[in-house]
């Protein structure tokens, strides 16, 4: 099983690295910025860690008072994104990193995000590692910004936990690993990691009464003392 797991991350890894130039263009702006520009709000200040960072659209609330670091498993991704911090005139030191083996002492972060990035791990323990990293490297009282697919989102209704999203590019199509999770189901897992979960809520731009259909689960979690 481990080694099948390994395999579809280098898998998944050169699919990112493939779709890195057009994710640039496409994901040039964060869907997530009101929700992250309250959060920069609320930490104020302090050393946040941004995980599966991409090209880095989301540390754009937090330029101002922040000491930024992200990781992300894709080189090139990484290479986009500091292509947009040159663009936007901020710094960031980026890594090269899996979130399960995290290249930092514990509590080394104040504040941590992690945008559509844990849906694309295999397997139950792996994901559980992920949170548990997460967890080792955020300080007492630390909070983190968690966000993944809704498995009961609309279009996913009769479909497996886990899919193959198509991305295109020219005449060739490439299929991304997504997990699709349950609000109850992320809950447990944070829970499971030591975590408190704060507030559990759909993305800002989901309108309807019923959380449970939402496209994204965002979860605000916090490290305990």
């Given at each position: ?22 994710w ?14 309250v ?49 936007f005139?901020f ?9 399960r ?7 080394t972060?104040d ?7 844990y849906h694309?791990?295999?397997g ?8 548990s990293e997460?967890?080792?490297?955020l300080?007492?009282?630390g909070?983190?910004?968690i ?10 209704w ?5 899919v ?6 020219k ?6 690993y ?9 809950e ?5 990691a030591?975590?408190?979960?704060l507030?559990s ?10 959380k ?5 689960i965002?979860?605000l ?5």
């Amino acid at each position: 099983m481990k080694e099948n797991n390994i395999k579809g991350d280098r898998v998944t890894r050169d699919i990112f690295n493939q779709i890195a130039p057009g994710w640039y263009n496409f994901r040039h702006w964060s869907i997530f910025r009101s929700e992250l520009e309250v959060l920069a709000q609320r930490w104020q200040k302090g050393r946040l860690l941004n995980l599966g960072c991409a090209h880095g659209a989301d540390f754009l609330p937090f330029m101002q008072s922040f000491d930024l670091c992200g990781v992300d498993f894709s080189i090139e991704m990484l290479r986009f994104a500091r292509k947009y911090s040159q663009k936007f005139n901020f710094t960031a030191n980026l890594a090269v990193a899996d979130v399960r083996y995290l290249p930092y002492p514990d509590e080394t972060f104040d504040r941590a995000i992690s945008i559509a990035t844990y849906h694309h791990i295999e397997g139950e323990d792996e994901k559980r590692a992920a949170l548990s990293e997460l967890r080792r490297v955020l300080k007492p009282g630390g909070e983190a910004f968690i966000t993944v697919w809704n498995r009961w989102q609309p279009r996913f209704w009769f479909k497996p936990r886990e899919v193959a999203v198509p991305w295109r590019i020219k005449d060739k199509m490439l299929y991304r690993y997504y997990y699709l999770f349950s609000y109850s189901e992320l809950e447990r897992l944070v829970k499971r990691a030591g975590f408190e979960v704060l507030k559990s809520f759909p993305e800002s731009s989901y309108s309807f009464p019923l959380k449970a259909f939402s496209r994204n689960i965002c979860l605000l979690v916090r490290k305990g003392d």
